[in-house]
């Protein structure tokens, strides 16, 4: 069952006339683009809100780009909230465009973040909390499995 935030992105996204479909889908490029936009654009206006700016490393961006950070300012705290509100927003709506309900796949992912506390978890040098060598991912497959694919 889906959550409550997630039936209200769906109504935003069903009267902004985006697809909302029924089952798991894979969108069309169009579709995906948006996501993909929308996801960084808010994203990016966080970081901002954050007093942190982004550099990047390389020309190529990807999930492994380096990128250079840099505490440069001042929290706006209303602009902290709103982004992360924004995103939610953004990420469940992504969700949603791949007919994939939330509730299930963030509990496995919730449960699979607090298995990262076993032995031989550490904290790295910046503050991530890194995972133990025998940790286990979620099974993000294995939930969208079960929502009916």
Known sequence: MPTAHYERVRQFMRRAGQDTPASVTSP???????????????AMETVAALGVTVQLAGQKISHQTPLDYAVDGDANLEGVV????????????????????????????????????????????DGKWMKPPDWTPPDILGVIARQGQ
Not at 32 to 42: F, G, N, S, V, Y
């Open 82 to 125: 709103d982004g992360c509100a924004d995103i939610s927003v953004v990420t469940i709506g992504t969700l949603i465009a791949f007919g994939v309900e939330d509730e299930p796949v963030l509990k496995a992912v919730d449960e699979a973040n607090l298995r990262k506390f076993g032995p031989g978890s550490f904290v790295r040098e």
């Open 28 to 42: 069309d490029g169009p579709t995906r683009l948006l996501r993909a936009k929308l996801i960084l654009e808010e």
